[in-house]
């Protein structure tokens, strides 16, 4: 609708009563809705678009295109997209005329080729360890093993047994041997992968159950004699020489360690004489030394053997731990801590101890 068309009509209108300039109006600006005459009311309500987009311009702000020329960038840009796609589909294999402008980032990612570079790839090796057996079931007239691959390779090579009389039971690399009285058998193993293959075989034989049980039975009392032996307090001797600041510890009259220690200081000295170790104690704090210390073996009265000082706060003392080889300490006798530890752990209570110059 040209623009004085409307207002004439607008004049004409004011000339009505108010009531009925009211509903003129909303009909008019009906009409103009419907027929998109935006223009129109732009210059009839005063609008200044075209003055924003003006300084705008002026003030160097991008303003947003019009939605009729987006739609259009928007179509044309789709259009392009559907010619690529339909030129990639119509491409013939090995044509790269089409699809050489196209980046190749997911190909050439450098994560990808370093996790490539990461896998070395390793022909296939094997062990064949037997990990139980000789065992032995239904009233002792099967005897069984089992032996266990131990496989490597990358990648991780497939396992075959010439025989497995659990059926898979224990794994893949796992067999069962069963055997009969007086039977014997070579057990096989294959291993293989994309990089080669590799072999190996283990005997086994029937082992008669009473002739096993003999030998466990010697086996078992001779495990109990030295246990026995390693236990009797008679068996050791504890010698501490106060001139070297040495601990010797002796087992059957043959030396089995010998370890640097500080003895008593001039003012105070530890005891000359023979004792016997008559207990222990994990950790002690003393805080009349403001010390503790681990591994504590008694052998007289509030005299013991145990590891170099430690603070109230179970700190290291450096200092103290310096001394070791020199007198230093309250009478006691300081040992480094894996020193005390052996003692603590190893020498029975009872052990005779002898002191001396």
């Known amino acids: 609708m040209p623009k004085n068309t409307l207002k004439k009509i607008i004049k004409q209108g004011q000339a009505l009563p108010a009531f009925l300039f009211n509903i003129f109006s909303l009909f008019l600006i009906s009409a103009l809705f419907f027929t998109g005459c935006s223009t129109a009311i732009a210059d009839v309500t005063g609008s200044k678009t075209e003055d924003?987009?003006?300084?705008n311009a002026q003030?160097?702000?991008k303003v947003n295109e019009s939605p009729a020329e987006?739609?259009?960038d928007i179509k044309e840009n789709h259009a392009e997209n559907?010619?690529?796609?339909?030129?990639?589909?119509n491409a013939k294999p090995g044509d790269e005329s089409v699809l050489q402008d196209k980046p190749t980032a997911v190909a050439d990612s450098p994560e990808i080729q370093e996790s490539s570079s990461q896998i070395t790839l390793q022909p296939p090796g094997l062990e064949l360890e037997i990990i139980e057996g000789p065992q032995y079931a239904q009233d002792n007239n099967i005897c069984f093993y089992r032996i266990r691959a131990n496989a490597w390779g990358q990648p991780y090579p497939q396992i075959i047994f010439n025989r497995d009389d659990s059926n898979g039971c224990w794994g893949e690399n796992i067999a069962q041997v069963n055997l009969l009285k007086d039977e014997t058998f070579t057990l096989i193993c294959d291993v293989s992968n994309s990089q080669g293959s590799a072999g190996s075989s283990i005997n086994v034989a029937w082992k008669d159950y009473s002739v096993q049980a003999t030998n466990d039975s010697e086996q078992k009392q001779q495990q109990a004699a030295e246990q026995s032996a390693n236990d009797n307090p008679a068996n050791y001797l504890i010698d501490v020489n106060l001139a070297n600041q040495k601990v010797n510890v002796f087992y059957l009259e043959n030396l089995i360690?010998?370890?640097p220690c500080s003895g008593g200081k001039p003012e105070t000295p530890t005891p000359l004489g023979t004792f016997k170790t008559n207990q222990k104690i994990y950790y002690a704090?003393?805080?009349?030394?403001?010390?503790?210390?681990?591994?504590?073996?008694r052998f007289y009265g509030s005299y013991l053997f145990h590891s170099v000082p430690y603070d109230e706060n179970k700190n290291l003392l450096t200092e103290e731990l310096a001394k070791i080889g020199t007198p230093a300490s309250h009478g006691c006798i300081?040992?480094?801590?894996?020193d005390a530890k052996w003692m603590y752990?190893?020498?029975?209570?009872?052990?005779?101890?002898?002191?001396h110059l």
């Open 285 to 297: 704090y003393v805080p009349k030394f403001a010390q503790g210390a681990y591994y504590w073996t």
């Open 257 to 259: 360690k010998s370890m």
């Open 70 to 72: 987006e739609t259009a």
């Open 59 to 61: 003030s160097g702000i």
């Open 334 to 338: 300081r040992l480094y801590l894996e």
């Open 345 to 355: 752990e190893t020498i029975p209570l009872g052990t005779e101890v002898q002191i």
């Open 52 to 55: 924003t987009i003006y300084e």
């Open 82 to 89: 559907s010619e690529s796609t339909a030129a990639e589909q």
